[in-house]
T-cell receptor
């Protein structure tokens, strides 16, 4: 079946360093790629997303890149802060309504002060 | 802001009990979802509903059923709880017109003894 692979499963960085999380998807019909952040005791929340007609998107310290040919997309967090510590999920969706959204397994990010 | 609430944050049940998990959203979204979250496996879709009284099986529906009698409420039912259903359960909603972004509740951590 279709799947999304996410790496690494755990990432530890020093405060101020950059963090990169990578995902690969299998369904070539996927055209929407959201990233969610899940803090302790909370549900996942959308932090940034990208659509298949765009190669890169940036929002302050967070950026996402998409390579449709290779079916890769990545999350980049610059100047990491302790409050960035959380579990991050990538996802790939084939369209509106989220009916077919497949999530990666998650990356636990630790930012050491 | 979309608000998705779940009836319980923590539940402890015994094997064989019938368990009800309730989810309520206040944004008039058509789509609602139930996921199960397990370490290393990410979020797996149990059931979703795109309208009142409509439901569709997700990837892991076995042992679960759902009910959607009102647009704002989506219930997950474990007919006879088993220990392998110990997990975090997340409810989510999705605005059909917002192209796949999902809004999650805080989750219910269920322990089946």
């Amino acid at each position: 079946g279709e799947n999304v692979e996410q790496h690494p499963s755990t990432l530890s960085v020093q405060e101020g360093d950059s963090a990169v999380i990578k995902c690969t998807y299998s369904d070539s019909a996927s055209n929407y790629f959201p990233w969610y952040k899940q803090e302790l005791g909370k549900g996942p929340q959308l932090i940034i997303d990208i659509r298949s007609n765009v190669g890169e998107k940036k929002d302050q310290r967070i950026a996402v890149t998409l390579n449709k040919t290779a079916k890769h997309f990545s999350l980049h967090i610059t100047e990491t802060q302790p409050e960035d510590s959380a579990v991050y999920f990538c996802a790939a969706s084939t369209g509106t309504g989220g009916f077919k959204t497949i999530f990666g397994a998650g990356t636990r990010l630790f930012v050491k002060a | 802001d979309v608000k998705v609430t779940q009836s319980s944050r923590y539940l402890v049940k015994r094997t064989g009990e019938k368990v009800f998990l309730e989810c309520v959203q206040d944004m008039d979204h058509e789509n609602m979802f139930w996921y199960r979250q397990d370490p290393g496996l990410g979020l797996r879709l149990i059931y979703f509903s795109y309208d009142v009284k409509m439901k569709e099986k997700g990837d892991i529906p076995e042992g679960y059923s759902v009910s959607r009698e009102k647009k704002e409420r989506f219930s997950l039912i474990l007919e006879s709880a088993s220990t392998n259903q110990t997990s975090m359960y997340l409810c989510a909603t999705d605005d059909l017109l917002a192209s796949g972004t999902q809004y999650f509740g805080p989750g219910t951590r269920l322990l089946v003894l």
